[in-house]
Nanobody
Framework: QVQLVESGGGLVQAGGSLRLSCAASGRTFSGYVMGWFRQAPGKEREFVAAISWSGGSAYYADSVKGRFTISRDNAENTMYLQMNSLKPEDTAVYYC???????????????WGQGSQVTVSS
């Protein structure tokens, strides 16, 4: 079992920045591909970004590419999402996720956090 806890959400003006954190406990953090998803009101949950076991590779949705940066610190069992140039359409509940495989983390992660609200005002 892996337990995931997000933090760092909040209210920010358009153009501002926020950094989300996802703290993991349980099994070996470095054994999991990690990802971020988000769900806006009335919409389905969507993939935002993913990062490989070592942190050497990262993948982004087109909607956040160039504005968001995913990273991880395996020594601290923590993953991050740095969000810059935020837009009102980035408003959503952001979830971190973990899966042993890259395909799994994008399609059907084994583990989910509880979510953190990000609200971007115009």
């Amino acid at each position: 079992q892996v337990q995931l806890v997000e933090s760092g959400g909040g209210l920010v003006q358009a153009g501002g920045s926020l950094r989300l954190s996802c703290a993991a406990s349980g099994r070996t953090f470095s054994g999991y591909v990690m990802g971020w998803f988000r769900q806006a009101p009335g919409k389905e949950r969507e993939f935002v970004a993913a990062i490989s076991w070592s942190g050497g590779s990262a993948y982004y949705a087109d909607s956040v590419k160039g504005r968001f940066t995913i990273s991880r610190d395996n020594a601290e069992n923590t993953m991050y999402l740095q969000m810059n140039s935020l837009k009102p359409e980035d408003t959503a509940v952001y979830y971190c996720a973990a899966d042993p495989s890259a395909m799994g983390v994008r399609q059907s992660p084994d583990y989910w956090g509880q979510g953190s609200q990000v609200t971007v005002s115009s």
